[in-house]
């Protein structure tokens, strides 16, 4: 009898269906499973984008920033640049008692160590302080050839005439920087100012110049006006015999004025004692004060 291979059935044999029915896991497949898949990638595109979306909408927020960022700058370094600020202004537009109130308050700052009767022998009498209420203009520097010519008729009068003596202004423009002196004094030259007979503008500070430079130009030089910091002039007048106050009639101080860190003139201590002691503290100006040829002039 041959022995019966695993692979001879029998002509009655029915496959179990448990067996039958497990062949059909390796039937065609489920065309959703390609859907599926299909959503899949579309889904990571779509995540995609939205993160290019959001990545754009935080590049273009930034860019909004940065622009106005850059346009707060500017305003901010307009209104710098503008430097004549509204305090300093209205101060200077202040009718002449109570400049002299204001003034004799910081004369008394630079003297700490005087008395009450040894200050009165040197304040600045309010006739002495030149009313200039009637100017209601901006005190800006390209307003101040129009400001001499309106309200100092008197002080454009001489400056259009010729020089006399050598080293002997008709006006002195006290300021705290050498940078505005140099932009003062294109002011001073104007034209309008000066005409064709008008002497010459002095620059007068320390910055690049020494002492000696200025006495040896002031000796030789027939000047109508000089700009200058309160520390060369003050130099000039109480340590040399240079800078001559015989044609003196007017001092401009410059208080409109405000540097970088939003100080004026007197809002420094050394600018401020170098104003009330070396400038109108120098003998010969308060000589010239006292007897009422000189003008104090609040710009």
Same mark, same amino acid.
């Given at each position: 009898?041959?022995?019966?291979?695993?692979?001879?059935?029998?002509?009655?044999?029915?496959? #179990?269906e448990l067996v039958a029915s497990s062949g059909e896991e390796d039937g065609p497949s489920d065309p959703r499973k390609?859907?599926?898949?299909?959503?899949?990638?579309?889904?990571?595109?779509?995540?995609?984008?939205?993160?290019?979306?959001?990545?754009?909408?935080?590049?273009?927020?930034?860019?909004?920033?940065?622009?106005?960022?850059?346009?707060?700058?500017?305003?901010?370094?307009?209104?710098?640049?503008?430097?004549?600020?509204?305090?300093?202004?209205?101060?200077?537009?202040?009718?002449?008692?109570?400049?002299?109130?204001?003034?004799?308050?910081?004369?008394?700052?630079?003297?700490?160590?005087?008395?009450?009767?040894?200050?009165?022998?040197?304040?600045?009498?309010?006739?002495?302080?030149?009313?200039?209420?009637?100017?209601?203009?901006?005190?800006?520097? #390209?307003?101040?050839?129009?400001?001499?010519?309106?309200?100092?008729?008197?002080?454009?009068?001489?400056?259009?005439?010729?020089?006399?003596?050598?080293?002997?202004?008709?006006?002195?423009?006290?300021?705290?920087?050498?940078?505005?002196?140099?932009?003062?004094?294109?002011?001073?030259? #104007?034209?309008?100012?000066?005409?064709?007979?008008?002497?010459?503008?002095?620059?007068?500070?320390?910055?690049?110049?020494?002492?000696?430079?200025?006495?040896?130009?002031?000796?030789?030089?027939?000047?109508?006006?000089?700009?200058?910091?309160?520390?060369?002039?003050?130099?000039?007048?109480?340590?040399?015999?240079?800078?001559?106050?015989?044609?003196?009639?007017?001092?401009?101080?410059?208080?409109?004025?405000? #540097?970088?860190?939003?100080?004026n003139l007197f809002d420094i201590p050394e600018t401020r004692d170098e104003v009330f002691k070396t400038v109108l503290?120098?003998?010969?100006?308060?000589?010239?004060?006292?007897?009422?040829?000189?003008?104090?002039?609040?710009?």
């Amino acid at each position: 009898m041959s022995g019966q291979r695993g692979d001879d059935l029998e002509d009655d044999f029915v496959p #179990d269906e448990l067996v039958a029915s497990s062949g059909e896991e390796d039937g065609p497949s489920d065309p959703r499973k390609g859907d599926d898949i299909e959503g899949l990638l579309s889904a990571d595109e779509e995540a995609e984008q939205d993160e290019a979306e959001r990545k754009g909408k935080a590049a273009l927020t930034k860019r909004k920033r940065r622009e106005k960022e850059k346009e707060r700058r500017a305003k901010k370094r307009k209104l710098t640049e503008t430097v004549e600020a509204v305090g300093p202004q209205s101060l200077a537009a202040q009718p002449a008692h109570k400049l002299a109130d204001y003034m004799s308050a910081l004369q008394a700052k630079a003297f700490p160590e005087l008395s009450g009767l040894e200050l009165s022998d040197i304040l600045i009498p309010e006739t002495a302080i030149a009313n200039t209420t009637q100017w209601t203009e901006s005190r800006a520097l #390209d307003r101040l050839v129009d400001f001499i010519i309106n309200v100092l008729p008197m002080l454009h009068k001489r400056l259009l005439q010729r020089s006399k003596a050598c080293g002997a202004p008709t006006l002195l423009f006290i300021t705290g920087a050498a940078l505005r002196v140099a932009d003062v004094t294109r002011v001073l030259k #104007d034209k309008r100012l000066r005409g064709d007979k008008g002497g010459e503008v002095a620059k007068l500070f320390a910055k690049h110049f020494k002492l000696e430079e200025h006495v040896s130009y002031l000796r030789r030089s027939k000047i109508g006006s000089a700009a200058g910091t309160p520390g060369r002039i003050g130099k000039l007048l109480c340590e040399s015999e240079a800078l001559v106050v015989s044609q003196l009639t007017h001092i401009i101080l410059d208080i409109s004025f405000r #540097d970088a860190k939003n100080r004026n003139l007197f809002d420094i201590p050394e600018t401020r004692d170098e104003v009330f002691k070396t400038v109108l503290g120098a003998p010969k100006v308060l000589e010239v004060i006292k007897q009422g040829k000189l003008q104090v002039v609040l710009f």
